[in-house]
């Protein structure tokens, strides 16, 4: 019987936190007050489910993730001058696109290697903090990764003739 009583006060306890939680929850931590006054804008907005990511203004999960994105990425070179074309992109899922850390973490990558030292990669362009990818839909932050990331070095390597068309290079 005493082991009923402490189950059932200790069932009690968390209850009555969990009521209390979720009230405060209810009114937005504000005690109930209204507040009058504006947030002032910020550059980023929602925090982004997928990858704890902030979004910038005014753009929506859906575009963050797929697009389209500004129009001074949609056909912009990369780090090693690969045109963006915005018809032919893999999605995130289908090359496994993720922060860098934990990329490296779950033993898919090695340290150092990220969407700002990638070939494919576009630089931020209109101050946002994102840039974009030749190769991948959507905003994309320099400290991401996924599957198709190039060194600059070898992709302008395979540019310089890598190819065996020697002829395109004669002088």
Same mark, same amino acid.
């Given at each position: ?11 009690? $306890?968390?209850? =009555? ?24 804008? &910020? ?19 859906? $575009? ?10 949609? &056909? ?14 893999? &999605?995130? $899922? ?17 340290? =150092? ?53 020697? &002829?395109?290079?004669?002088?």
């Amino acid at each position: 019987m005493a082991r009923f009583v402490r189950t059932r006060r200790r069932f009690l $306890e968390l209850a =009555g936190s969990g009521a209390v939680v979720g009230i405060a929850g209810c009114l937005g931590g504000g005690g109930g007050q209204q507040e009058t006054e504006t947030e002032p804008t &910020t550059t980023t907005e929602a925090i982004d489910d997928d990858h704890g990511e902030e979004r910038p203004e005014g753009v929506s999960e859906e $575009e963050f993730e797929h697009g389209p994105v500004p129009e001074a990425y949609r &056909t912009a070179l990369s780090q090693a001058n690969e045109r963006r074309d915005p018809d032919d992109l893999f &999605t995130k $899922e289908a090359v496994k696109f993720q922060e860098a850390d934990d990329a490296v973490e779950a033993g898919l990558t090695e340290a =150092g290697r990220d969407c700002g030292n990638c070939a494919e990669y576009i630089p931020d362009k209109n101050g946002d903090g994102f840039g974009a990818c030749a190769k991948v839909e959507g905003y994309v932050d320099p400290e991401d990764w996924c599957s198709l990331w190039e060194s600059i070095e070898e992709a302008e390597a395979e540019e310089g003739g890598g190819d065996g068309d020697e &002829t395109a290079y004669a002088v």
